[in-house]
């Protein structure tokens, strides 16, 4: 998708359906098992772990921000997974691709400098790789405490879904909502984890193909080495994946810079690269970076455009069923209840399943105060900002809800 074309979305798109590159990372500590398993107190260091390398993480990042011009975005916490952290971030330029890991690499030989209180046979080891959204790969999102929204009304749960990543993207440090990751990308990424070692620091074969693609663009382009290729279980097809990796030493251990030191040209590694990618298009993320100068990235394919249109027809065709759904039992509903009397108001419950009673209770209750338990107003009840009720001695009418 080119520049000009990302105009074919409409001004009122959900910005939560917009194209998107975000970048992953797993961290994880090695030999935490047998530690925690052992005689010694394994509390402090794997608790040390948590806190540490997160605030090592935002102090780095800062610190370059803090002395450039050309920001680049900063990891943040996704979730833990036992002792392995994980993080992820946007890309939206091709040199915040090179500058994003050079960056991590030095969070990860600081952290390492930290630990020299702990164990020798502790140690970190990392895994990078990048994820296409919305499409080919899935943000997911989920409630918290027991919130309300108005798609709850509407029994819907793909309805509910478009309305949770709306309000995530209006406002992404509420607390009642939380995502997750999901697709092909985030699987590859979990499978290349088991890869990594504490002298080796594995990356996705997309994410190889964009650093080598920045070279140009930087003064010390990172030494991605290639060292043939392996099977992955159940990524692109079983077939075999190359194994790509940036040597990083670890704890009194020099980097591994050896191996497959013959297929650490830049070139090489670009076209090894690109030849896997355009063989397995279907299953590896296209790159696509938002900037418009970001040259040969500026753009998605058209399978993955369509996908999103489609994903966009399908939330609206169901908001206008549902908009005339609400029309037809309200216009029911008014007409019956012109006869008044305990049988209209009976039509009436049955006609809305019990998701939906919360909002309608306090019809019931304003012959003595308002709200389910007859305390309080409706808003407050169903987290709904403006509902127009009129009340009649002989009919009971219901204006449309509006959230």
């Not at 074969?205 to 693609?213: C, G, I, Q, Y």
């Amino acid at each position: 998708m080119s520049y000009g074309e990302r105009k074919a979305f409409p001004t009122d798109f959900p910005e939560g359906l917009k194209p998107r590159l975000r970048l992953f990372f797993s961290v994880d500590i090695v030999g935490s098992t047998p530690l925690k398993q052992s005689l010694q107190p394994w509390r402090p260091t794997i608790l040390n772990f948590y806190r540490d390398f997160d605030h090592t993480v935002h102090s780095a990042f800062s610190r370059i921000n803090g002395n450039s011009n050309n920001g680049i975005p900063t990891p943040e916490f996704w979730k833990s997974n036992g002792d392995e952290l994980l993080y992820t971030c946007q890309l939206e330029r091709l040199d915040q691709a090179h500058e994003t890991i050079n960056t991590w690499l030095g969070v990860l030989h600081q952290y390492r400098a930290s630990m020299a209180s702990h164990p020798e046979r502790l140690d970190v080891k990392s895994t990078a790789w990048v994820g296409l959204f919305p499409v080919p790969n899935a943000e997911v999102f989920f409630r918290r405490d027991r919130a309300r929204f108005a798609s709850d009304l509407l029994d819907d749960p793909q309805l509910l879904q478009a309305e949770l990543r709306d309000e995530w993207y209006a406002d992404r440090g509420r607390g009642d909502i939380t995502r997750d990751f999901v697709g092909p990308s985030i699987d590859t990424g979990f499978r290349l984890t088991s890869w990594a070692t504490q002298r080796r620091f594995v990356i996705s074969v997309d994410l190889a193909f964009l650093l080598t693609s920045s070279c140009s663009e930087v003064e010390e382009p990172l030494p991605v080495h290639y060292s043939g290729r392996q099977k992955l279980k159940g990524v692109i097809d079983d077939e075999p994946y190359p194994v790509l990796w940036i040597p990083v030493g670890g704890r009194n251990k020099p980097a591994d810079a050896a191996i497959g030191r013959d297929l650490a040209g830049v070139e090489a590694v670009r076209a090894s690269c690109e030849a896997v990618i355009e063989q397995h298009y279907r299953f590896i993320t296209p790159l696509f970076l938002s900037d418009a100068d970001a040259q040969d990235f500026d753009w998605s394919p058209p399978y993955i455009i369509n996908e999103i249109r489609r994903l966009w027809t399908e939330e609206l065709r169901r908001k206008a069923d549902a908009d005339r759904d609400a029309d037809s039992t309200m216009a029911y509903i008014s007409g019956r209840s012109r006869s008044g009397g305990v049988g209209a108001r009976a039509r009436r419950r049955r006609l809305f399943p019990e998701t939906t009673s919360l909002a309608l209770r306090p019809i019931d209750g304003f012959d003595a105060g308002i709200g389910a338990e007859r305390g309080g107003n409706v808003g407050q009840v169903a987290r709904i900002v403006d509902v127009d009720v009129e009340i009649d001695v002989e009919k009971v009418g219901l204006a449309m809800v509006h959230p």
